[in-house]
């Protein structure tokens, strides 16, 4: 089946003879192109005071840069989260790693915050277009472990976010500091379409029928089964306050972090403003379990993320690096947990779906929290901004660990 056929919602024909991969195979390459996608949505992080230098931008201009990106992944979210159930995984993903490539270069090519924000709001229709088809991929080829199934997606999506600063710092010691991390990337995804072309993708869930298949693109009002709304609500609101967290971690963190450690050194800068989301990909390879698992985890983040506050006070870089790790292994372990419930609660069939709409609220939380940072920043200084918003995060987050862990004792009791 060709792309061009799946992407007209056509039957499978057996006429066509492409790799038959196996399940490790299509396993790596749907998290590889989620992964890298997420990578180059954050090459820039390191690289934002030398475009806040070269560009003339305030702040806000760079927390507005940043969270440009959120509106399009989440609009493409609402109107395109299922259309890989409809055109199949394989075309979803295509069309992800072509809409990541023009990103690129639109944000490569800036010269101004227009369009420095046109890159950024292609790279949000990028990722968007892969969350969903690459959640359900996982899902489809580990039937029998769901579990698994969520921490292969959550270590691929919070693994790319890691990677992007430290990767951006890296490559901006190139000739071309903001443009050369830009070309390295677009080879790397360009490379993914070679096999993703080759590949015999497996039939879309949802093949439409009759005349006018198109229909089922149309944009659909979200919706979850009355079963799994308390656990949705529950990862949304998790999610939204983790990604708040990021969202600060990949703004204005690396303007923050330099007072901090006294350093204009790009990669260690990429490198802090990454061990958030790096620790957090890394606990997805840990095996924790237990009634309270969610409560300890946004206990550990509420109390890191205040330690922050303390690391900027002591310009203390061991504590900075210790509270940036701890809230990152502890977002990582509560959102899987509560991912992971969502996932197994949801039909098959609407998985994509669902899983977009989380990601909805979640990517929301890089957004409109880091708007009022970049705000806050403008109008107070950014130590007395990043203070109050780390300290708001934080009591957000011990709230959430009383609520969950009084759920928990109330089940327990119950059982």
């Not at 806050?376 to 109050?388: D, I, K, M, P």
Request: charged residues 10%.
């Amino acid at each position: 089946m060709t792309v061009f056929s799946e992407l007209r919602m056509r039957p499978a024909t057996a006429g066509r003879q492409g790799w038959n991969a196996s399940t490790t195979a299509r396993l790596v390459m749907a998290g590889a192109v989620i992964c890298l996608l997420l990578v180059g949505a954050n090459l820039a992080t390191p690289l934002y005071p030398l475009l806040q230098a070269n560009l003339g931008l305030s702040a806000f201009g760079v927390t507005t840069a940043f969270a440009s990106y959120v509106p399009a992944l989440v609009a493409t979210l609402m109107l395109a989260g299922h259309w890989s159930d409809h055109i199949g995984r394989r075309a979803a993903l295509i069309l992800a790693v072509l809409a990541g490539l023009a990103g690129n270069w639109v944000f490569s090519q800036a010269e101004s915050l227009v369009v420095l924000s046109a890159g950024r709001a292609l790279q949000g229709v990028a990722v968007a277009l892969a969350t969903g088809a690459s959640a359900a991929a996982l899902r489809e080829l580990l039937p029998s472990r769901p579990e698994w199934a969520s921490r292969f997606t959550l270590l691929a999506t919070a693994g790319g976010v890691a990677a992007g600063p430290v990767i951006g710092g890296l490559l901006s010691l190139l000739p071309g500091p903001t443009t050369a991390p830009y070309y390295v990337h677009s080879v790397m995804l360009a490379g993914m379409l070679v096999p993703l072309f080759l590949l015999n993708a497996r039939p879309a869930i949802n093949l439409p029928c009759g005349p006018r298949p198109i229909r089922v693109l149309v944009p659909r009002r979200p919706s979850v089964s009355t079963e799994a709304r308390g656990a949705f609500w529950l990862a949304a609101a998790v999610g939204f306050l983790s990604f708040a967290v990021f969202g600060f971690c990949l703004s204005l963190a690396p303007g923050y972090f330099a007072q901090i450690v006294h350093t204009d050194s790009r990669p260690l800068i990429g490198a802090l403003a990454g061990m958030t989301l790096g620790a957090s990909a890394l606990s997805q390879l840990l095996s924790v379990r237990g009634r309270f698992v969610v409560p300890a985890g946004l206990a550990v983040l509420g109390a890191s993320v205040l330690l922050l506050a303390a690391a900027a006070a002591w310009h203390s870089l061991p504590l900075l690096a210790a509270a940036s790790a701890f809230a990152g292994l502890g977002q990582g372990v509560a959102f899987r947990t509560v991912f992971n419930d969502v996932a197994a609660k949801v039909e098959v069939s609407h998985h994509a779906q669902v899983i977009s709409t989380v990601y909805v609220i979640t990517y929301l939380g890089s957004a409109v929290p880091v708007i009022g940072l970049g705000w806050a920043t403008a109008a107070f200084g950014l130590e007395t901004a990043v203070t109050a918003f780390v300290m708001l995060c934080s009591a957000a987050a011990l709230a959430l660990a009383v609520l969950t862990f009084r759920s928990s004792v109330r089940q327990r009791q119950f059982a």
